[in-house]
């Protein structure tokens, strides 16, 4: 499926912007290169730049890869619930206690890594399992619909979007 395909439930807007950042692509195509590349990017992090934030309360370059992390194995989990047809509305997550209570700081660049292809490994089978039906299945997240596709695209843009941050505004 390509996001051009993609039947966004209203009203995402605020996740719409994940979707954006990729401009046309698939989404299968979009995970397994990601997972080829960001662990590449991830190594090129210099270890002392893990600690680094732009500004005081601001995450670290490692709470910022912990929260790429984090997000994409909640973003799984909404997509394996909404997939199977568990139709339970689901919370929403507080990303600002996540970040400082990951313990990013005692975090090397070896286990982030690490983390990342397991997380993200996973979220490949999973996506490789659904059919075009079960990427339509709707489901409730934050109190907002979603759809199984639409979680899939978003765990690629978030990924993305975060990315971009950090070179624009940790790793000058």
């Known amino acids: ?13 605020f996740y719409k912007t994940y979707i954006d950042v990729l401009g046309e692509v698939d989404l299968l195509d979009m995970l397994e290169r990601q997972f080829q590349n960001f662990p590449n990017f991830i190594n090129s992090i210099a270890e002392d730049k893990l600690s ?18 984090d997000s994409e194995r909640v ?11 568990d139709e339970t509305a689901l919370p929403g997550f507080d990303q600002d206690l996540y970040a400082p209570n990951s313990g990013a700081e005692r975090r090397s660049k070896e286990s982030l890594i690490e983390e990342y292809i397991a ?5 490949i089978t999973l996506y490789k399992s659904f059919d ?8 409730t997240a934050s109190s907002l ?8 695209f978003v ?11 950090l070179r624009e505004r940790y790793l000058l």
């Not at 499926?1 to 807007?13: G, Q, S």
């Open 75 to 85: 973003f799984q989990y909404r997509a394996l619930r909404f997939s199977r047809g």
């Open 132 to 139: 075009t039906k079960t990427l339509q299945k709707e489901g």
């Open 1 to 13: 499926m390509k996001t051009t395909d993609l039947k966004i439930p209203e009203p995402v807007p």
């Open 155 to 165: 765990i690629c843009g978030h990924q993305k979007y975060h990315r971009n941050i």
């Open 52 to 69: 680094y934030a732009y500004e005081t309360k601001k995450w670290t370059v490692a709470q910022v890869l912990l929260h790429i992390i």
């Open 145 to 152: 619909p979603w759809n199984v596709a639409a979680l899939g």
């Open 119 to 123: 997380v993200r490994q996973s979220t």
